[in-house]
């Protein structure tokens, strides 16, 4: 069989289908991502050398950057349903579809996954006449957000006159237990355990932190890299009691290391969870998924994009604590660090999510559905 995975280009929402990505190349399925080319070199490394990437316009943030040039508006400033579908269900669409559809029609999809903001993806699964399955990277949208999205997806599907597949099945990434009450989806949801990236093999490990500290991660992300903020953060700390690992994201040179800190470049989370006692993060839904997977309390710090979402749901499962300023952020690692109740509901989250099935099992229901449809 033939699967395309269709993703709108920022990493955060391709890295949860990786799993699926690679149960499928395992299992011995053509597997294609249909997303932007200047990604293959990422894929290829972090998921697997056997997939094809089939280029769906630019990268998202520079779509995104237009969108500010002209609008002053982007989903990561102002991120409100009517500016996040008109990013999401719009502008990315307009980037890429015709490219995308040019690409999967010449290399056949059987069947066609795509993540919760990808909108690419159903124009491909119409026009190829392949099923459609949805593949969540976080927790269920708002309502006001995901009527916007299908508002402007539709405008865009007349406006182009194209058809648009709906979805046959759901892969949910999100422990169902954490999520808000929502409406029952009309179609069947296939939970799938969350895996932490670990890229395409075991990275160096930070040195262990020194006796009588706590370690944290300091981490915000691919996209929320702000310098400023981060370093802000990491000052925040009492670096007689904390030993802290600091990503540095898309800037080049890392700044010297300060006492008790210790900087590193983009490493996949698998690496740098490890003998973490909390996790600092802007509430990427990656981040936060990762978080939960590993059984580590977190301090979010939300910037943008969706991540008053992801730390509204960490924080009621009673596993984050939300701060507005980078400054309380070493007080709330503190708080965290002294109350054994939010590390053992961490640590519990984390065992319920190792009892969801992996990849392999969902792929083979993904299978049956598909082998069905042909029938």
Sequence with gaps: MRIAFSGTGFV?????????????????????????GELEGFLRREASEALTVLPAGPLAGETMRRMDAEL????????????????????????????????????????????TMDHIGPFVAAAVDAPFVRHTFGPTRPRPLTDALRV???????????????????????PAA?????????VPVLP????????GGPGPAPAPAAPGTRRALVTFGTVFTDPGLRDRAADSFD????????????????????????????TPLGDLLPGTDVLVTAGGA???????????????????????INAARAEQAGVAVVVRDAADVGPAADR???????????????????????????LAQLERRAAARVR
Aim: glycine content about 8%; proline content about 11%; charged content about 20%.
């Design 12 to 36: 955060g929402h391709l890295v949860p289908m990786v799993p699926l990505m690679q149960a499928a190349v395992a299992a011995g399925h053509d597997v294609a991502v249909i997303t932007s």
């Design 286 to 308: 990656g981040t936060v998924l990762a978080g939960l997977r590993a059984g580590v309390p977190m301090v979010v710090v939300p910037q943008g994009a969706d991540h008053e």
């Design 178 to 186: 954490l999520q808000p009450d929502a409406p029952t989806p009309a």
């Design 72 to 115: 002053g508006l982007s989903p990561a400033s102002d991120p409100v349903p009517p500016v996040i579908a008109e990013f999401f269900a719009g502008r990315l669409v307009d980037a890429g579809v015709h490219e995308a559809l040019r690409n999967a029609e010449a290399w056949g999809p059987d069947l066609v996954v795509g993540e």
């Design 336 to 362: 965290i660090a002294g109350d054994p109740a939010i590390r053992e509901r961490a640590r519990r989250i984390a065992a319920e999510i190792a009892l969801l099935p992996p990849a392999p099992a969902v």
């Design 239 to 266: 670096a007689d009691r904390w030993d802290l690992v600091v990503t540095t994201g898309a800037e080049r040179r890392p700044p010297s290391a300060a006492r008790s800190r210790a900087y590193v470049a983009f």
């Design 192 to 199: 799938i355990r969350p895996e932490i990236h670990g890229g």
């Design 152 to 174: 402007v997806a539709e405008r865009r599907a007349r406006l182009l006159a194209l058809p648009m597949a709906e979805p046959v099945a759901i892969v949910d990434v999100f």
